[in-house]
C-alpha cells in the first residue's frame, strides 16, 4: 500500500499550519524492534519525523499504543516510494500493519486528507512482493 498523506493542518496556540508528508519533508528512521525483523533486515524503517514540526508516523505490527497514544511496538514497515514522491507501508504475515499519526500534547488536528495508491497488488519492491490489503481508518482521542 502506498500512502500519501497530502496534508495535515496542524494547530498549536493560535497558529495553524499545513503539514505535507513525503520524503522530501521529514526523515525515515530505523528501528529493529525484535530479532528476525524481515523489514529492518531489507532495509527499511519504523518511524518518519516531519523536519520542523513535532509529527511523527509510527509503524507497528500491533496496536498496543502507550499512554500518550503512540505505538509501542514500532516494526519495519515503512520506506520511501519507487518514485521517491510518498511512502510505502507493508504488512505481512502473520502481522497486520497498524500506522499511527501523532503531535504532543499541546498540538491537535484540525483536518486531514490521505491519499492511497491501490494499484500495488503482484509488484515488488526492496525485496518484497505486494498483495492486496484490507485498509480500515479509525481515530483514537489521545
Request: aromatic share 12%.
Amino acid at each position: 500500500m502506498l500512502a500519501a498523506i497530502g496534508f495535515l493542518s496542524v494547530f498549536s496556540g493560535a497558529n495553524a499550519q499545513n503539514v505535507f508528508v513525503s520524503p522530501q519533508t521529514g526523515k525515515l528512521i530505523a528501528a529493529l524492534t525484535r530479532s528476525g525483523e524481515v523489514g529492518f533486515e531489507n532495509g527499511w524503517n519504523s518511524l518518519w519525523k516531519h523536519d520542523q514540526l513535532p509529527l511523527t508516523i509510527t509503524v507497528a505490527d500491533d496496536a498496543n499504543l502507550t499512554d500518550a497514544g503512540d505505538l509501542s511496538n514500532p516494526a519495519a514497515n515503512i520506506n520511501v516510494s519507487q518514485n521517491g514522491e510518498g511512502l510505502i507501508l507493508m504488512g505481512g504475515q502473520p502481522y497486520d500493519s497498524y500506522m499511527a499519526v501523532t503531535l504532543p500534547k499541546g498540538y491537535r488536528f484540525t483536518g486531514y486528507s490521505i491519499t492511497l495508491q491501490n494499484n500495488m497488488d503482484g509488484k515488488s519492491y526492496a525485496n518484497f512482493k505486494f498483495v492486496s490489503m484490507d485498509k480500515v481508518f479509525y481515530e483514537t482521542n489521545d
